[in-house]
């Protein structure tokens, strides 16, 4: 099992809508959950993180958190056009400062 | 805000040549990580340093060495670049009691 999953092909959401996207990880001992948003060709940036379980918004995004199911969601309401990018998750590998990544998935925005 | 950046956007070397990259960052970070992004694969951690002159292999640290002389510098160093090692490389730093982590723009290497 991967430690990170990121299953869904491309999104593609009207503007307007919500895109959510979903990530799985395999390790139960991972307690800090990160969200990436990377446009073409520019490096990853952080835009949201979780630790503890439930909802955590920020803005336009939120991020879910199960630790009982091993899942984090992000949910991005009132899709914009900028919104356009690949999203990749990101878990802490338990017992040191690495993180564990998605291979991301991407989301086009329709104007 | 943290800032990390990259001596270079592109670099276009050639085979058997050595290669170095620079990473600094300027917020006292006490962890700095290079990865290799290809398309496919997602991100792969190369080498990590979690305090000075200190460096751990990540999953592909073949044909790659590191070195980190000073807290906010980390360098990448490919001995004998190879066609295989054309990819977009990216340097990330974290404070020592957190995880996330924080970019660099990137170096896109094409080894020809």
């Known amino acids: 099992q991967k430690e990170v999953e990121q299953n869904s092909g491309p999104l593609s959401v009207p503007e307007g809508a919500i895109a959510s996207l979903n990530c799985t990880y395999s390790d139960r001992g991972s307690q800090s959950f990160f969200w990436y948003r990377q446009y073409s060709g520019k490096s990853p940036e952080l835009i949201m993180f979780i630790y503890s379980n439930g909802d955590k918004e920020d803005g336009r995004f939120t991020a879910q958190l199960n630790k009982a199911s091993q899942y984090v969601s992000l949910l991005i309401r009132d899709s914009q056009p900028s919104d356009s990018a690949t999203y990749l998750c990101?878990?802490?590998?338990?017992?040191?400062?690495?993180?564990?990544f998605g291979k991301g998935n991407q989301v086009v925005v329709i104007p | 805000d943290v800032k990390v950046t990259q001596s270079s956007r592109y670099l276009v070397k050639r085979t058997g040549e050595k290669v170095f990259l620079e990473c600094v960052q300027d917020m006292d970070h006490e962890n700095m990580f290079w990865y290799r992004q290809d398309p496919g694969l997602g991100l792969r951690l190369i080498y990590f340093?979690?305090?000075?002159?200190?460096?751990e292999k990540g999953d592909i640290p073949e044909g790659y060495s590191v070195s980190r002389e000073k807290k906010e510098r980390f360098s990448l160093i490919l001995e004998s670049a190879s066609t295989n090692q054309t990819s977009m490389y990216l340097c990330a730093s974290s404070p020592r009691t957190a995880y996330e982590q924080y970019f660099g723009p990137g170096t896109r290497l094409t080894v020809t």
């Open positions: 340093s979690y305090d000075v002159k200190m460096k």
């Open positions: 990101a878990v802490n590998k338990d017992g040191n400062n690495r993180l564990a």
